[in-house]
């Protein structure tokens, strides 16, 4: 292995004290075995949650938030205290070194404020303003790099500032993607409520166990991968075409699944790598 690897945590695998527990041990059991982790959180159901509570209405759209003044206040309460906070010490009660940061510490993440984008909306195209949501331009690893050489577990809130000062929520899929490019990780390992990638996903029929970037393109272009999977698998895209050897998108409700997805066990979720012209691929 020659770099670290970059696990990014999906917010509703979080959400209840035994699902984080058992994540938090797998993951801590994974450090103490010598692997070199980096965790990036989501928080997709809190944040939606709070959000409520606050007065908003959530949107999402093709699995990204639209952030409004109050989403964004939500955002920066769950990702960056309560979430980050209660993952950072389930990993320190497991004998992880944890220790909570973001994108805005020490600008390691460099974002934009996204401009009003077309989406495609069934036949026709619509305009969408995300609101404060950051795209992401640059990284700076050196903080994490430091983190990583002094023995510490880095969990990272998906929050960024641009230029101004003006804190923007940026998708967790994308940052554990830009991430692990800047890292050089070994791997990239996105993990879901879902044991991978289906060609038939409501009907969970037809597990993907191996994907080139190109099969995993067309799931995008064809919309295989709708909702919140389809940036997970973009994430995925991103960084083996980054040079990341290999992403993977596993079950997080399984400690077997998520030891075998971080250190890259055959048939342990969906594997995306760039493939040879004639590799085909499997499935279940």
Request: net charge positive; charged share 20%; proline share 4%.
């Amino acid at each position: 292995m020659t770099g670290p690897v970059v696990v990014k945590l999906g917010g509703e695998l979080v959400a209840k004290p035994r699902g984080l527990a058992g994540l938090a041990t797998a993951l801590a059991r994974a450090a103490r075995d010598g692997a070199s982790l980096v965790v990036v959180h989501g928080g997709g159901p809190q944040v939606s949650a709070l959000s409520k509570r606050l007065g908003g209405r959530p949107v999402l759209v093709h699995g990204r938030r639209v952030t409004d003044a109050v989403a964004l206040e939500a955002v920066k309460l769950a990702l960056a205290g309560k979430i980050r906070s209660e993952i950072v010490a389930a990993l320190q009660a497991r004998g992880g070194r944890a220790v909570g940061v973001s994108g805005i510490d020490a600008g390691t993440l460099q974002v934009r404020r996204r401009p009003v984008v077309a989406v495609p909306d069934g036949a026709t195209v619509r305009r969408v303003d995300f609101g404060y949501v950051g795209d992401v331009h640059g990284v700076d690893s050196s903080l994490v790099r430091h983190l990583l050489r002094e023995g510490y577990l880095p969990v990272f809130a998906p929050l960024g500032a641009d230029r101004t000062g003006t804190i923007l929520n940026v998708n967790a899929d994308t940052v554990a993607a830009a991430l692990a490019i800047a890292l050089g990780a070994a791997r990239l390992v996105v993990l879901t409520g879902v044991p991978g990638v289906y060609r038939d996903f409501p009907n969970r029929r037809g597990r993907e166990r191996e994907l080139t970037v190109a099969d995993a393109e067309r799931f995008l272009a064809t919309g295989a991968a709708a909702g919140g999977m389809r940036p997970k698998l973009a994430a995925c895209v991103a960084a083996v075409r980054g040079g990341v050897a290999e992403a993977r998108i596993a079950s997080g409700r399984s400690a077997r699944a998520v030891h075998g997805a971080v250190v890259g066990l055959a048939g342990a979720g969906t594997r995306v790598s760039m493939g040879g012209v004639d590799a085909p691929r499997v499935s279940e």
